[in-house]
């Protein structure tokens, strides 16, 4: 056996690229990094009704953001489990030769009367001592020992299985085909895998594999389950019920380094009094025997917290280059001509400081390069509705006219004009921020006063004032 720890991810190309796949890719390559080993990329791709390659190239573009890097030495692959079906199939007639499995020809109709006739469930080795040899329709099926099969798992400790419950499961089908068990083993043997580190998912099947490396010869893996990730009422995170594929997140302007900070955390934590921490200290510090066994809560405001920290710790150069692709997306509300870069590198700092994911942030800035703002009405009927809205608005018609047209200028008037009336600051700036704005929530109002310009902020104030009448 090779003693460079050789760890992999081996996901199946059926949908989006789950976060939680992305947990594991990550657990493993933080591990093959620290230890000086190798990730193997192998997409198991045998369940030809649900594979398509269009998923496989979204796992290969999806650890690529990640920044599990398919250049590094210390990446291998990707394999296709397909491009080793002939081997499948020889490691189970090896098995069979060797006395590990038989061939059985009962109906599934067959077992179940069986098994309803002996009040258990499931398959009794009915063909164990048959003697029969391989024939159209009949099924291999490994012969499990007698005894307790340990499993010893970094994450779960020792887990122990009594072999009497584990059926002699099939191997090969009826129609020669291998079954996913045995391709996963086989590939893993082939692949030299010292390491398996995935989901808790898999654990049942575990005893049954270890079986299958031992039967053909080899020493095991060492396991590691990682716990699942549920959401909000604690159920496990499902395609149909939770928000799982990773594009969606990345769409939404989650950055790549905050996601992997993220999803490292679900279940462990760095040293130390912060989450955190750049993926060299991940890397250092990452163990799966520190791996909590419960389920791990998937909190997406948590996720958003630590985008934002990601976020603000950009320099302005860097968010605003990270910015552009939302500026520049089909869906912004201002025409390509309209955008202005140097009002948005004027606005961005206020911006990053208040954002938690980059989708946010075209609506914040729209005001700045539409001639009229998106008026929001359920915040202009709000905020429109204040006695002093209006008379408020007319004060600053006339002052913003005249005013030397700075933030501080602007904020002392409407700080005097608060004082006058006795009310407090944030409420009257509620109404002029919609009539400019068009939101009742952006980027501060007198800094964006100040890039908008007088004559543009005038004419807002003169259009909201007509709606009010
Ligand atoms: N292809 C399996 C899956 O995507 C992974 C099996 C394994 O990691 O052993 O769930």
Known sequence: MSHTPRYRFAPSPTGFF????????????????REGGVFVLR????????????????????????????????FEGPYFQSDNASKHVAAAHRLYELGHAYW?????EQIQERAKAAGKQGYDGYS???????????????????????????????????????????????NGSPMFLLANVVDDIDMNITNVVRAEEHLPNTPKQQ?????????????AHVPVLVNEQRKKLSKRRDKVALEQYK?????????????????????????????????????????NHSPAFFDVKKLQAFNGEYIRALSLPQFINACSPWLMAED????????KPKVFAAVAELIQTRVVMLSEVSTMVDFLFLDAPIVDEQ????????????????????????????????????????????????????????????????????????VLGREQTLRRIDAALLRTV
């Open 379 to 450: 915040a202009f009927t709000k905020t429109f509705t204040a006695d002093f809205a209006r008379p408020m608005l007319e004060h600053c018609r006339d002052a913003y006219a005249t005013i030397n047209w700075t933030h501080e200028d602007l904020k002392a008037h409407l700080d005097a004009l608060a004082e006058e009336l006795q009310v407090k600051l944030g409420k009257l700036q509620a109404p002029l921020r919609v009539a400019i704005t068009g939101r009742t929530i952006g980027p501060p109002l007198f800094e964006s006063l100040e």
């Open 251 to 291: 769409d939404e302007g989650i950055l790549a380094e905050a996601m992997v900070n993220y999803l490292m955390t679900l279940g462990w934590a760095p040293h130390g009094d912060t989450e955190i921490v750049p993926w060299s200290t991940i890397v250092e510090q990452f163990r799966l025997e520190d791996v």
């Open 128 to 174: 164990r001592d048959r003697g029969l040899e391989p024939g159209p329709g009949r099924v291999l099926r490994f012969r499990v020992p007698e005894g307790t099969t340990v499993v010893r798992d970094l994450v779960r400790g020792d887990v122990e299985f009594d072999n009497t419950t584990i059926e002699d499961f099939v191997l090969l089908r009826g």
């Open 104 to 108: 059985c020809d009962l109906t599934p």
């Open 332 to 339: 912004v509300s201002w025409n390509a001509s309209q955008f």
């Open 18 to 33: 789950h976060v939680g796949g992305a947990r594991t890719a990550l657990y493993n390559w933080a591990l093959a990094q």
């Open 211 to 223: 079986l299958l490396w031992q039967a053909l010869g080899h020493e095991p893996p060492v396991w």
């Open 43 to 74: 997409i198991e791709d045998t369940d030809e009704s649900r594979n398509s390659p269009e998923w496989t190239n979204g796992i290969i573009d999806a650890l690529a953001w990640l920044g599990i890097d398919s250049s590094s030495s210390q």
